[in-house]
């Protein structure tokens, strides 16, 4: 089928939705998009299936506590690209499974935040990949198309809304390519924003400046 949306750009896009695992996973992603997006004015929600909450080396601090600075790390992060809504799920972070109860609480964000165009993971990739994204990406996927879509699915939900386009992203089969450069300080600082998940924010600022100026999608037409 035809793609039909040119980029980030294109002005037909209004509003956007991400459904990501973890947060930074759409700092890793597709931040340069998101900002692309919200520079000529759409409107992008965030909604992650978990907040991380096992994200931590030190076993010493809680899984509620490692959520909560996890949390608000993310929401920092959306300040910065411009993102003003940002839902937790708050399902067990690396515990995530393909069920019809997760399915209805991302049609339930489909159908909140009425997207052109949803952001998820690819979940066509080798073995070795979060768990968690290869989840989000196949139901996000199914949830987006035809479940949103369809007025007798889940019909508690909200009222059915059409996506247009899906871009996956974390794939081997891209079929999008964009060019971030001129919006690449800003996603660098989005990321930075994730400090408890960051070593070395001069290694990560080099690596980023040399490698993150492309960011890769595939494009899905849902309709």
Not at 79 to 100: I, M, Q, S, T, Y
Not at 119 to 145: E, I, K, M, Q, S
Not at 157 to 169: K, L, Q
Request: hydrophobic residues 40%.
């Amino acid at each position: 089928m035809p793609k039909l949306f040119s980029g980030p750009e294109d002005r037909r896009i209004k509003r956007a939705l991400c459904i990501v695992a973890h947060p930074d996973d759409i700092e890793f992603y597709c931040a340069g998009a998101v900002l692309l997006m919200t520079r000529h004015g759409a409107v992008v929600d965030f909604v992650l299936a978990t907040s991380g909450d096992k994200g931590a080396r030190d076993a010493s601090k809680s899984r509620a506590k490692v959520a909560r600075i996890r949390e608000r790390e993310q929401e920092m992060a959306a300040d910065v690209l411009g993102v003003k809504r940002v839902a937790f799920l708050r399902h067990p972070d690396a515990e995530l499974v393909e069920n019809l109860e997760l399915r209805e609480e991302f049609v339930r964000e489909i159908r909140t935040s009425k997207p052109d165009v949803v952001f998820t993971f690819d979940p066509n990739v080798p073995y070795r990949f979060h768990p968690d994204h290869r989840v989000v990406g196949r139901v996000a996927l199914d949830a987006a198309w035809p479940s949103a879509r369809d007025p007798l699915t889940f019909p508690k939900a909200g009222r059915p809304h059409e996506t247009a386009e899906a871009w996956c992203f974390g794939g081997v089969q891209p079929t999008l390519e964009i060019d971030v450069g001129d919006v690449l300080s800003k996603k660098i600082e989005a990321r930075l924003a994730h400090s408890s998940q960051t070593r070395s924010p001069a290694s990560l600022m080099r690596r980023w400046r040399a490698i993150a100026r492309v960011e890769k999608f595939h494009q899905v037409n849902l309709r």
